[in-house]
Antibody, heavy 117, light 111 residues
C-alpha cells in the first residue's frame, strides 16, 4: 500500500525558512515523479512543484519560483520542499503526492505551515 | 494559466438521489499524446483529497461505481448515481494537461 507522510510544518515568521519532508513507502520511490500541492485554510488547491524520478528535472508554479526548492533522496525514499522568504500567503496545508501532473493519484495527509509574526 | 470553472459551487442533495457537477476549462485539455488529463478529487471533511476519476472517466481502485466521469475537450461532468451519506464533502476537478490547476470546488451536502 502506498504511504506518504509529510512532516516539518509549523509556525514560522515572515521572511523565514522551513524544510518539509515526505517519507514514502509501499512503492518503488525512485521510479516515480513526485509533486507538492498546497491548500490555504478554507481555500482551494494549488500545485507547487514537480520533480522527475531521478531529480534531473524540476518545475514550479510562478508564485513560488525562486523561493521554494524541491528535491529528493531516493536512497532514503524521501521528498523535500525547501521554503525560503516565506510570506503570510504561504500559510497552508502542504501535501506530497505520488506522480507528476499526469498521474498524481496518491496523496499524504498533509502538514500545516503557518507564516505569522 | 488554465482556469477550471465548476458549477454549482454548492450542491444540496437528497440521499439516494443523483447528483451532477460540471467543470469547464478555459483551454482544451487534450494532451499532445492524445489523452485528456482531467481528474476528479473528493475531499471529505478533515481529510486530504482523494482521487476518484482520472483521464475523464477511469475510476481509481476502490471507488464505488456510483461515481462516473464524462466529457471531452473543455466540458466535463462528474455524476453520482445515488448519493450516500459518505459522499458529503468538496469535489474538485483538476487538469494535468497543462501546468496543473484545480477548479474552485463544489460542496456536496445533504439536504
Amino acid at each position: 500500500e502506498v504511504h506518504l507522510v509529510e512532516s516539518g510544518g509549523g509556525l514560522v515568521q515572515p521572511g523565514g525558512s522551513l524544510i518539509l519532508s515526505c517519507a514514502a513507502s509501499g512503492f518503488s520511490f525512485s521510479s516515480y515523479w513526485m509533486s507538492w500541492v498546497r491548500q490555504a485554510p478554507g481555500k482551494g488547491l494549488e500545485w507547487l512543484a514537480i520533480i522527475k524520478h531521478d531529480g534531473s528535472e524540476k518545475y514550479y508554479v510562478d508564485s513560488v519560483k525562486g523561493r521554494f526548492t524541491v528535491s529528493r533522496d531516493n536512497a532514503k525514499n524521501s521528498l523535500y520542499l525547501q521554503m525560503d522568504s516565506l510570506r503570510g500567503e504561504d500559510t497552508a496545508v502542504y501535501y506530497c503526492a505520488r506522480g507528476g501532473q499526469l498521474a498524481a493519484g496518491e496523496w499524504g495527509q498533509g502538514t500545516l505551515v503557518t507564516v505569522s509574526s | 494559466d488554465v482556469v477550471l470553472t465548476q458549477s454549482p459551487l454548492s450542491l444540496p442533495v437528497t440521499l439516494g438521489q443523483p447528483a451532477s457537477i460540471s467543470c469547464r476549462s478555459s483551454h482544451s485539455l487534450v494532451h499532445s499524446d492524445g489523452d485528456t488529463y482531467l481528474n476528479w478529487f473528493q475531499q471529505r471533511p478533515g481529510q486530504s483529497p482523494r482521487r476518484l476519476i482520472y483521464k475523464v472517466s477511469s475510476r481509481d481502485p476502490g471507488v464505488p461505481d456510483r461515481f462516473s466521469g464524462s466529457g471531452s475537450g473543455t466540458d466535463f461532468t462528474l455524476k453520482i448515481s445515488r448519493v450516500e451519506a459518505e459522499d458529503v464533502g468538496v469535489y474538485y476537478c483538476m487538469q494535468g494537461t497543462h501546468w496543473p490547476t484545480f477548479g474552485q470546488g463544489t460542496k456536496v451536502e445533504v439536504k
